[in-house]
């Protein structure tokens, strides 16, 4: 394995990022474990039964994944970088928090793996060697709410209302950014 710019090894990013994603994933379980179980709600219904705790579980990898994005960019000093990932981090964690309490018609799900998917395949930030893996994750987490959204809940409206938000992040973060970020 070589050395990107830096002399920062692969091998280290690799076993960063993952450490970065695992340690949100064990926060998620014990936030999920403090919230107690999440209703459905398709579009502004409350349906009458939990999202499974895998589902809900199922953010976290890639929340963390996107956190390992911001220390990366924090690490190469790319302030501008930083300040819009940050950005869309935390409006998409308030949305996705929020949206339940306040039946906004959103899927938090597909709004974080689009623009976790999108980001890989459109910003040149961060240098991600392994971006092809992290977007193949990102594309079975997304089939995978798709496939639960639309054949266990019948709710097309919040998958394509999140995968359109998320394409609208990316977009502005794009154009935040410019072509080299």
Same mark, same amino acid.
């Given at each position: 394995?070589?050395?990107?710019?830096?002399?920062?090894?692969?091998?280290m990013?690799?076993?960063k990022?993952?450490?970065?994603?695992?340690?949100?994933?064990?926060?998620?379980?014990?936030?999920?474990?403090?919230?107690?179980?999440?209703?459905?709600?398709?579009?502004?219904?409350?349906l009458?039964?939990?999202?499974?705790? /895998?589902?809900?579980?199922? #953010?976290? !990898?890639?929340?963390? =994944?996107? %956190? $390992?994005d911001l @220390?990366? *960019?924090?690490?190469?000093?790319?302030?501008?970088?930083?300040l819009?990932?940050?950005?869309?981090?935390?409006?998409?964690?308030?949305?996705?928090?929020?949206r339940?309490?306040?039946?906004?018609?959103?899927?938090?799900?597909?709004?974080?793996?689009?623009?976790?998917?999108?980001?890989?395949? /459109?910003?040149?930030?961060? #240098?991600i !060697?392994?971006?092809? =893996?992290? %977007? $193949?994750?990102? @594309?079975? *987490?997304?089939?995978?709410?798709?496939?639960?959204?639309l054949?266990?809940?019948?709710?097309?409206?919040t998958?394509?209302?999140?995968?359109?938000?998320?394409?609208?992040?990316?977009?502005?973060?794009?154009?935040?950014?410019?072509?080299?970020?």
């Amino acid at each position: 394995m070589g050395r990107p710019e830096g002399g920062y090894s692969v091998l280290m990013s690799l076993w960063k990022r993952w450490s970065i994603a695992t340690g949100a994933t064990l926060v998620g379980t014990l936030y999920l474990y403090w919230k107690g179980p999440v209703p459905v709600v398709r579009v502004s219904d409350t349906l009458p039964i939990d999202a499974p705790f /895998w589902y809900m579980l199922s #953010a976290f !990898p890639a929340l963390g =994944l996107l %956190l $390992a994005d911001l @220390a990366d *960019l924090a690490r190469e000093r790319r302030w501008r970088a930083v300040l819009e990932l940050a950005a869309q981090i935390l409006v998409m964690v308030a949305l996705s928090h929020s949206r339940l309490e306040l039946r906004i018609p959103i899927s938090g799900h597909s709004l974080l793996f689009t623009c976790f998917m999108i980001r890989r395949a /459109w910003l040149p930030v961060p #240098a991600i !060697p392994w971006r092809r =893996l992290e %977007l $193949a994750l990102g @594309a079975a *987490l997304l089939a995978m709410v798709a496939a639960v959204k639309l054949l266990w809940w019948g709710d097309p409206v919040t998958l394509a209302v999140g995968v359109l938000a998320g394409l609208g992040f990316t977009w502005v973060g794009r154009w935040l950014l410019g072509r080299d970020g």
